[in-house]
């Protein structure tokens, strides 16, 4: 049974950081997701198994980065000049097969953490 546990979220003034993590009960292709009331989930950041590679959403790039400890089985999300647009309930994914920005080739997910970003 995979699992999947965020933590991290909370309320930030406009321009703070937080950082986000995921810890994942193995090594998987993990991905960053978020989905605000009234809009579909959307992908934010994704990386490979070995942490080689690392992808974003045009909406993120230079602000967030994404990262992994291989040992802990953990994924970061650090997010820097945080907007009110940014405001989201944020998912963290994983699959076994392929490295993805689409929602729908990720097979685990964790519970949400919300992130909260005021004027």
């Known amino acids: 049974q995979v699992q999947l546990v965020e933590s991290g979220g909370g309320l930030v003034q406009a321009g703070g950081s937080l950082r986000l993590s995921c810890a994942a009960s193995?090594?998987?292709?993990m991905g960053w997701f978020r989905q605000s009331p009234g809009n579909e989930r959307e992908f934010v950041a994704g990386?490979?198994?070995?942490?080689?590679?690392?992808y974003y959403a045009d909406s993120v790039k230079g602000r967030f980065t994404i990262s992994r400890d291989i040992a802990k089985n953990t994924v970061y999300l650090q997010m820097n000049s945080l907007r009110p647009e940014d405001t989201a309930v944020y998912y963290c994914?994983?699959?076994?097969?392929?490295?993805?920005?689409?929602?729908?080739?990720?097979?685990?997910w964790g519970q949400g953490t919300q992130v909260t970003v005021s004027p």
């Open positions: 990386i490979s198994r070995t942490g080689a590679s690392t």
């Open positions: 193995g090594r998987f292709n």
């Open positions: 994914a994983a699959n076994n097969y392929v490295s993805s920005t689409y929602s729908n080739n990720y097979n685990y």
